[in-house]
């Protein structure tokens, strides 16, 4: 691995000079999982959670055994910040999706870390802030009625978030459909409903809208 790759890769150290990134990459560990490993489980200790190379589906079970997609974490992205604080991790689950590289900070290393560097609680709380509002959006699209509202709205905030009508769906199809609360057949026809109607193109996992105005009228 790249030297500090994890730790530049977070945006809650890469305002850091090189010198106190290098400190802090000594108290990083490094592992690799396969596509379908565990990553993430409620009874480890608490811990930040990095990814620095694949993807990790974050979720959490129902009452009833049903896993619930909260969201797909890319490269640069973390889980476990809030058990750092003391919020026991009663029912969250962190899986590979591919080979995935992870990077560890345990909590007593990060807390020393906090009284070190006290900017990082500032930064800290302003990247909570906004994963925060990105959780609460996603829950607006359970209470849209319709799949097609949901798929719609989700498909018009990717193309804002890549500034390109063109873009890869960041996660597969059994998880999209888990994300906006349906299934792989329903999200696989309302796709093929899409293209019926010329309001985008697909293949596999590649998107092209071409009619933008039609989506936001769902």
Request: charged share 25%; with cysteine; glycine share 6%.
């Amino acid at each position: 691995m790249e030297k500090h790759r994890c730790v530049t890769l977070v945006p809650l150290f890469n305002h850091l000079g090189e010198a106190d990134l290098a400190k802090i990459d000594q108290l990083v560990a490094h592992k690799t999982y396969q596509k379908g490993e565990q990553v993430i489980l409620p009874d480890q200790d608490p811990q930040l959670t990095i990814v620095a190379r694949g993807q990790l589906k974050v979720y959490q079970l129902s009452a009833s055994g049903k896993e619930q997609l909260l969201r797909v974490v890319e490269p640069g992205g973390y889980e476990g910040e809030n058990a750092l604080f003391g919020a026991a991790n009663e029912n969250l689950f962190g899986e590979a999706l591919a080979e995935t590289t992870v990077c560890f900070l345990r909590h007593q290393d990060f807390s020393q870390l906090l009284l070190q560097y006290p900017q990082l609680s500032l930064k800290l709380l302003e990247i909570n802030a906004k994963k925060a509002a990105a959780t609460e959006h996603q829950a607006q699209f359970l209470v849209m009625e319709a799949v097609e509202n949901r798929l719609a709205a989700y498909l018009l905030d990717l193309s804002k978030a890549t500034n390109s009508e063109t873009f890869t769906l960041p996660m597969k199809m059994k998880e999209l459909a888990a994300f906006i609360g349906t299934t792989p057949e329903t999200i696989s026809r309302k796709f093929k409903n899409f293209e019926a109607a010329g309001w985008l193109k697909r293949q596999g996992r590649e998107i092209q809208l071409l009619d933008l105005e039609a989506l936001e009228d769902f």
